[in-house]
C-alpha cells in the first residue's frame, strides 16, 4: 500500500472519530485547535477502543482528560479503555497537570472477566494516589455505574448533568441528578452536556494546576451588595470578587454554604453559616460539606474564609470530623465572626482549636462558652430572685448578658479575637489578612495522617 493510501485510510478514521460524542466533547473543554489525542488507535477487540483520550490547554492551562465514548460499543469498560485511561493518570502524575474524566458508559465488557477487574483496581487505585496531587474532576454525563461510579466520584469535584447517572449499583434504575445532589455526591448540577462541560473548565481555570503550584491569578471587581449576617449567600456576595462564587453541594448540608471563589483574583474556599437551616446548628451533611471543603483546598494550598454564625453542632461525631478537618490544615485560615459563635463551634472553627491564623468579628457578634441562654440563667439567676414579670425579666436579663459578657470586645480583650471590624470593611480586611499570610509555611509533626472520625 502506497503512502497516499495510507494516509487516505489515516484521514478518514480521524474523521469518523471526530464525529463521535466523546471526540466532541473533549473539543468543548479544551482551548480551540490544542486538543491532542494518545493513543488513538488502540483496539478493544474488533473496534477501537470505547474511550477517547489525550491532552491541551484549558483556558490556557496544560490538562489531561478522558471521555468514555458511548458512541463505540455504549462506552463500556475494556482492557483497553482502562490502559488509555491509565496512560492519562500516569502522565498527569508525571507532569503536574490536572484531570478531567467525561464519563458515559453502558457497564463493562464482561467478557474480559478477571482482567476486567483488575484493570478497574488500577484505576481506583491511580485515582486515590493522585489525590492531593493533582486537581481532579468527574464530569458525568451520562450512566456511570458500579466501579466506574467509584472512580469518578473519588475526584475532587464531580459535575453532573440531567442525563447523568450515578450509582453504584449496576442495575440503572437509579442514581438520578436529583438523588445525588441530596447525598452529596454531586457538587455541582448542570442542564446539559455543554453547561457541565463550561463548568469544568471554570474549575480548572480556578484550580492550581498540582499541590506544588499557586492558582492563577485573574482580573477582578468588587461586588458591592449589602450584607445580612442570617444569609451566607450575601455575605459571600459582598465580600468576594464579582460573580466569581462556585458554590458546592449546594443541596446537601444546607446549613453551611461552601465553595470556591475569588478575592482580588486569588482563589480562596469559602465556608459560611447559613443560620435559617436546621434551627441555626450545623448539621451532620453540613459538617461533612465543609470538612471536605477545607480538605481539599489544604492538599491545594487554598487559603479558607470561615463566616461564622451558629449555635452549635447537631452531631457530635461529625462535628469531630469537621474540627479535624480545619485543626489539621496548614493553609492559610481566616474566621469571621458574623453572629453567634457558641462553645464547641467557636473553638473547633474559630478558636485554637481550629489554629486560625486570623479571627475577627463584626461588633453586634455573640461569643460565648456556652449559649447565653443557659450561661444567663446559671451565673446572673439570682437577679431574678425578686422579679415581678419573671418571663419578660428573663428575656431583658439574655440580652443584658450578651451586651456585656459575649461581647466580642469581651473575647478581644482576652485576646481570642484579632480585630472587630465594621462589616462594611470586611471585604478590605480579609484581603489584607491573606496578602499578609501569602508566605505562611508550616512544618507539622512526622505521621502519616490523623486518624479522624468518617
Excluded at 503536574?96 to 481506583?124: F, H, N, Q, T
Excluded at 449559649?371 to 439570682?382: G, K, N, R
Excluded at 443584658?400 to 462594611?424: H, N
Aim: glycine share 8%.
Amino acid at each position: 500500500m502506497s503512502i497516499d493510501s495510507k494516509l487516505a485510510l489515516l484521514t478518514k478514521a480521524k474523521e469518523a472519530a471526530v464525529q463521535t460524542k466523546a471526540y466532541q466533547r473533549l473539543q468543548l473543554l479544551f482551548d480551540e485547535g490544542t486538543f491532542v489525542e494518545i493513543d488513538g488507535f488502540v483496539k478493544s477487540g474488533d473496534g477501537y477502543a470505547e474511550a477517547v483520550a489525550g491532552y491541551g490547554s484549558v483556558d490556557g492551562s496544560p490538562a489531561y482528560a478522558f471521555a468514555q465514548n458511548s458512541d463505540v460499543a455504549g462506552g463500556a469498560m475494556s482492557k483497553a479503555q482502562a490502559a488509555k485511561i491509565r496512560k492519562i493518570y500516569d502522565l498527569a502524575m508525571k507532569t503536574g497537570a490536572p484531570v478531567i474524566g467525561l464519563y458515559d458508559s453502558v457497564g463493562a465488557r464482561l467478557k474480559e472477566g478477571s482482567d476486567l477487574l483488575a484493570s478497574y483496581g488500577e484505576l481506583l487505585l491511580l485515582s486515590n494516589n493522585l489525590s492531593g496531587v493533582v486537581p481532579q474532576i468527574s464530569v458525568v454525563l451520562g450512566p456511570c455505574l458500579g466501579t466506574s461510579a467509584m472512580i469518578a466520584v473519588s475526584a475532587d469535584v464531580v459535575v453532573m448533568s440531567e442525563q447523568g447517572q450515578l450509582e453504584i449499583s449496576t442495575d440503572g434504575n437509579d442514581g438520578t441528578l436529583e438523588s445525588a445532589q441530596k447525598s452529596g455526591l454531586a457538587h455541582i448540577a448542570a442542564k446539559d452536556e455543554q453547561e457541565a462541560v463550561a463548568v469544568a473548565r471554570r474549575l480548572v481555570a480556578m484550580l492550581p494546576s498540582n499541590n506544588l503550584s499557586n492558582a492563577s491569578l485573574s482580573e477582578f471587581a468588587d461586588f458591592n451588595t449589602a450584607m445580612n449576617a442570617d444569609d451566607g449567600y450575601s455575605v459571600i456576595s459582598a465580600c468576594m470578587d464579582a460573580d466569581s462564587f462556585v458554590e458546592l453541594q449546594k443541596d446537601f448540608g444546607c446549613a453551611i454554604v461552601a465553595g470556591l471563589a475569588k478575592l482580588g483574583g486569588n482563589t480562596v474556599g469559602v465556608v459560611a453559616s447559613q443560620p435559617g437551616a436546621e434551627e441555626g446548628k450545623i448539621d451532620a451533611a453540613a459538617c461533612s460539606k465543609a470538612a471536605r471543603l477545607v480538605r481539599f483546598c489544604d492538599a491545594f494550598a487554598i487559603p479558607v474564609i470561615t463566616f461564622v454564625n451558629s449555635v452549635g453542632f447537631a452531631s457530635l461525631k461529625e462535628a469531630v470530623k469537621l474540627s479535624n478537618a480545619y485543626s489539621e490544615a496548614t493553609t492559610a485560615k481566616v474566621t469571621v465572626v458574623t453572629g453567634n459563635a457558641y462553645g464547641p463551634l467557636y473553638i473547633a472553627v474559630a478558636g485554637r482549636g481550629a489554629n486560625a491564623d486570623v479571627v475577627m468579628a463584626w461588633p453586634d457578634a455573640v461569643v460565648s462558652p456556652l449559649a447565653p441562654e443557659t450561661a444567663a440563667m446559671i451565673l446572673w439567676s439570682d437577679k431574678l430572685k425578686d422579679s415581678q414579670n419573671p418571663i419578660a425579666d428573663r428575656a431583658q436579663l439574655i440580652e443584658e448578658f450578651k451586651e456585656t459578657e459575649c461581647s466580642p470586645f469581651v473575647a478581644a480583650a482576652d485576646g481570642y479575637i484579632s480585630d472587630i471590624i465594621d462589616p462594611a470593611d470586611t471585604r478590605a480586611k480579609l484581603f489584607a489578612a491573606l496578602d499578609m499570610l501569602a508566605g505562611k509555611r508550616v512544618s507539622t509533626l512526622p505521621k502519616k495522617h490523623a486518624n479522624i472520625q468518617i
